[in-house]
């Protein structure tokens, strides 16, 4: 493993001590060159209540690229309106490491303008 990933598996594991300690869920974002993934955890960490990728067909559509800014905003968005629908407004941000800036950034926004607070 390369030192740049190693330093962002460090960030991360400080990330979700501090979210263990809280027992808040979480919305984690995972990203690869081509997708970006968001999913709530519930807050003992057991279970996935809502997932949203750009992976699914229905978030794909008009798209013109998957690995974009304009796709984690449609990511941050699906992830905020599911989170709604279950009764969840106050939850954690978990980046998994990753520099909050670009993609990362923009799901963050999309997602506390579907009226999530993080």
């Given amino acids: 493993m390369n030192q740049k990933k190693i330093n962002r598996i460090r960030r991360g594991k400080r990330t979700r001590a501090k979210i263990r300690e809280m027992g808040k869920p979480s919305l984690v974002v995972n990203k690869t060159p081509r997708h ?3 999913q709530i955890i519930s807050g003992s960490g057991d279970k996935v209540l809502a997932s949203a990728s750009t992976v699914q067909a229905g978030l794909r559509e008009g798209l013109k690229s998957t690995g974009n ?3 984690a905003a449609k990511v941050g968005a699906a992830i905020g309106e599911q989170a709604k629908s279950l009764g969840l407004e106050d939850i954690a941000f978990d980046r998994s490491g990753f520099r909050y ?9 999309a997602a506390r303008e579907a009226g999530l607070k993080f």
Avoid: F, I, S, T
């Fill in 36 to 38: 970006m993934y968001a």
């Fill in 69 to 71: 800014v304009e796709a």
């Fill in 101 to 109: 800036h670009g993609r990362v950034k923009a799901l963050a926004d």
